[in-house]
């Protein structure tokens, strides 16, 4: 393992760039996931044809580079360079003497999807040439990837770039600059799920420049440590700098867009006498000067009293991320770019402590990244399947590798490419003349939709001249003199010819039949097509035969069918269990029911912790056919009983609505209690609300309008759509689940209560039950709760959506949501009161109506509160007030809300942070 000096900045290189040592690694760690499931593909470049090993630092299987290219010579690194803790692949190199470009051809890739390609490069002195520099270039494609600048013989060079595949296959192609003869050790390719890295997309690649892992150690991290086999390089003593670690693991929160490893964010670097972390880069060679930078933060500390931590972060000089932030204990947090910070000599970063920040800045981990070129377009598809087929067909011994046009000082020789900037370039002339190609005339040429002048001559071409030519729309030279060719050339060519279309050239061609003769069809070509039918029923008749054998091998093997057979057979354990409760009429569900093990297998072990509460603990898991669950597993110390549990168990079995979240199993395993519920991607209406999900993105009044109505369809269906009605009784943002795609659903049923309103349409309750700031000011009065407390609930999650306030607002010392609203509204002007993310965006006719229905559900009284139905009916003309152009207009107004307090063009993004509800609340 080498340590990466490429991509150091002149400032910075005498920390970044610590040449050699870099070969120690992390202990060898024994694990068990079979590689080839990830869909790992690792080429040790230069090693005997066919071998292959496993790496023992990662358990990772490589293998030899000769099927990935056909050119090259494989190399030793010189003895003096070689050590013990060496990985193997820097052993061995493949250079390239010969040919301007040359290209590996990685098959087997997935179309559209993202990935990430690493390249390795150990030179070792393997030609005894000595420490004169040698600088190359690496293409992705048509694109220039990096210009490699290798000056130490002894150090290891790698550069990482992460792409959306834009076809089946990535042409990996190292150029010959003239500064010295190009080589490799070792590429790499990592799957990497479409959520991660969110800045990269089928029009933007990103190279990494520098992957920092700050903090105390002395170990590269990736695989097994980092799943997606990043390479984590140690970055530390830094003066200036102190180190602090973790022995507790750091979570990835789900949908993370970065997950960094725990070992990665459990060591992190604060200032010493200093409240602010600096760190800075230089544009390097060859780079589009366009950087991307992920800083990663974690909390270690558990902080109490009036302990704080919460910094800016700032570019040259600029607020970078434009709120104050606060790490979150123990998971991992990430700051991004979605748009570039660009054209700078230099790239200053500072994380600033606020004044009354108690604690100084952490950082645990950084990336940067710079855009790869785009500025060449690949050649037209077909003209480049046809081009590689017309190169395997005569086995062209030239250096034909790559993309053939493109890009242009690197076209194929014998082509000619129409340049156009935007446009695909096609092949508008090909030159294969003196080539000794032999065979027949390829059909493949027709392929070449584009071409005007064909030139085949001096070869010793064989058979007859395709018919097929004349359709070429735009040929205007087809060149054949000087062949063997037979037959008559076909009349549609003749015909062109003869109009002056096209310049055919036959001379030479001895047994061609000349101008104007009839020569008949040779046999030969019939006979092979009165063949094909023939071979098939040969080829066919073995295959029927073994058909019919062994279907009646399989008849008399199968055992007559019979109800008695299937009813003694022996059922599993599980079954069993289940059909036992059933009996015991304790838990009649109609969902799976899942066994203890069965839950630890698809939460992979309990390892992504997705939120916690006051019942236990909610954790994100896979079922067997790829649907995402949520487990909420009861903690031993929770409050809820086994009662409760199953009664919200229960509840949930009885209610299926849309905008209600559904259950997909429970586990019954004493001591063991847990519910599977349908996962919601985006997590809660309160996480989005606060800027903590959604990617900091504010949701549009359109948006939250939307999930208004859904939810409250939801909770309409709760009062009158089940018999007996059930009472929510713990309406709030925190219990309002986002999908995918925004659709709203109510969750945790856990306090719910089913009531007879035949018999006296009140609930009295001796506990006092929800959420303060959500409850009922009259349940204090009289201790009942009834749908009407759901609607006041509902008032305030309304509420919270029109300004993106708290319930209970600190800022206006304590001030009831309702009461505030009420106050500010009986002025007159809406805008004093609506979320400061909205301005100016929306329809205010839509807000009034709104704020009014919400005034009206909150109201302190019950009887006057409108019943869910109503609320329903009043949110739908609201919605439609909104005008639908709004839609059209979100991401600017995204774009807006992140510029508030910042004048540059960055805009920097944070993660979405925890997605489950069910977080503690105040109870
Ligand atoms: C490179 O070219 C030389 C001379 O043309 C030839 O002898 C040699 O075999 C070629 N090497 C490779 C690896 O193709
Ligand atoms: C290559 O790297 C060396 C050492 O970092 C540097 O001095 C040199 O300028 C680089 N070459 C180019 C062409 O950038
Ligand atoms: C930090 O301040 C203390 C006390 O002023 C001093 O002893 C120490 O050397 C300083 N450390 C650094 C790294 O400047
Ligand atoms: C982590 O564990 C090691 C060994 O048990 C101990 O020496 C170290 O102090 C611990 N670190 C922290 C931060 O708790
Ligand atoms: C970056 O910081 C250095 C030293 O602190 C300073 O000299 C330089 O001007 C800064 N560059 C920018 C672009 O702010
Ligand atoms: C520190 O000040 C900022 C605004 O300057 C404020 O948002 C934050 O809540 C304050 N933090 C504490 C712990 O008082
Ligand atoms: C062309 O092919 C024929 C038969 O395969 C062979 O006899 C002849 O020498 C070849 N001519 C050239 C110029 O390669």
Known sequence: MAMACLFSSAKMAAVWCMVILGFAMAAVRVHCQSTDTLGFISIDCGIAAGSTYVDPTTNIPYVSDTPYIDAGVNQNISAAYVTNLMGRRY????????GTRNCYTINSITPSSKYLIRASFFYGNYDGLGSQSRLFDLYLGV??????????????YRTDVITVAASGSFSVCLV?????????SGLDVRP????LYPAVNASRSLVLTRRLNMGPTDTFIRYPDDSHDRIWDPFNNIPFWAETSTNSTVENFVDDKFEAPSAVMQTAV?????????????????DVNEYYAVMYFSEFLTLTGNMSRQFYVYLNGQLWYAKPFTPDYLFSDAIFGTNPAEGYQQYNVTIQALDNSTLPPILNAMEVYSRMSDVNVPSDAGDVDAMIAVKAWYKIKRNWMGDPCSPKALAWDGLNCSSSLSNPPRITALNLSSSGLTGEIATFFASLTAIQILDLSHNNLTGTIPAILAQLPSLKILDLTNNNLNGSVPSPLLTKAQNGELTLRIESNPSLCGNGTTCEITPTTKKKKLSAPIIVIICLAPLLLLLVVVSIIWRLRKPPSS??????EPQNEETLKRVKEHQDGLLQLENRQFTYMELKSITNNFERVIGKGGFGTVYHGCLEDGTQVAVKIRSQSSSQGTKEFLAEAQHLTRVHHRNLVSMVGYCKDEPYLALVYEFMAQGTLQDHLRGRAGGGRALSWRQRLQIAVQAAQGLEYLHKGCKPPLVHRDV???NILLSESLEAKIADFGLSKAFQSEINNTHVSTVVMGTPGYLDPEYYATNQLSEKSDVYSFGVVLLELLTGQAPVITAAGNAHIAH???????????????????QGESDVNSMWKCADVALRCASPVAHQRPDMAEVVTQLKESLQLENPYVDSRTESLYAEASDVSQNSALEIERVAAMSVADRPSAR
């Open 176 to 184: 010959n600059t003239g500064h010295g003869t190009p080589f490799i």
């Open 270 to 286: 604060i200032p010493v006498n200093s409240t602010k972390l600096m760190i800075s880069w230089e544009p390097e060679l060859g």
């Open 143 to 156: 694109n220039l990837w990096k210009t490699i600048n290798i000056t130490d013989p002894g150090s290891g």
């Open 732 to 734: 709030k943002t925190g």
């Open 563 to 568: 109800g008695k057979g299937n009813s003694v």
């Open 820 to 838: 505030w609203v009420r106050q500010r509204l009986a002025r007159g002007n809406i805008e004093d009161v609506v979320d400061g993310r909205l």
């Open 192 to 195: 990497l799920k479409e959520i």
């Open 91 to 98: 052993l061995n190199v493949r250079s390239f003497p010969n």
